[in-house]
Nanobody, 127 residues
Framework: QVHLVESGGGRVQPGGSLRLSCVASGSRRLKNYAIAWFRQAPGKERERVSCVSSAVSGGPVWYADSVKGRFTISRDKDLYTTYLQMDSLKPEDTAVYYC?????????????????WGLGTQVTVSS
């Protein structure tokens, strides 16, 4: 089991940037874990935004079409922290952003479920 804590959310004007962080603890096998960023806006379903597969699989990354070219996911070499750099933010990016971890065999964007979740961080894009 992995304990996850997100930070970095806030309010920003359209076109601005934020960098979210997700710090993982509680496991010595972080190289086996994929990390994903999800978001959920009020009244909408949860959406997978970006993810990085486990380091043992080579760590390929994936992005939803809605954020491709604007968001960048990365992990520290020690694998404890995963970042989501969000640029050119739009009002429709407003949501609570969650990071999640899973050590199953599938690529990060093919997983139907993630076992461990953080509590989320609010991102508001508004003028």
């Amino acid at each position: 089991q992995v304990h996850l804590v997100e930070s970095g959310g806030g309010r920003v004007q359209p076109g601005g940037s934020l960098r979210l962080s997700c710090v993982a603890s509680g496991s010595r096998r972080l190289k086996n874990y994929a990390i994903a960023w999800f978001r959920q806006a009020p009244g909408k379903e949860r959406e997978r935004v970006s993810c990085v597969s486990s380091a043992v699989s080579g760590g390929p990354v994936w992005y939803a079409d809605s954020v491709k070219g604007r968001f960048t996911i990365s992990r520290d070499k020690d694998l404890y922290t995963t970042y989501l750099q969000m640029d050119s933010l739009k009002p429709e990016d407003t949501a609570v952003y969650y990071c999640a971890a899973d050590d199953g065999p599938l690529s990060c964007h093919r997983k139907d479920t993630y076992d461990d979740w953080g509590l989320g961080t609010q991102v508001t894009v508004s003028s």
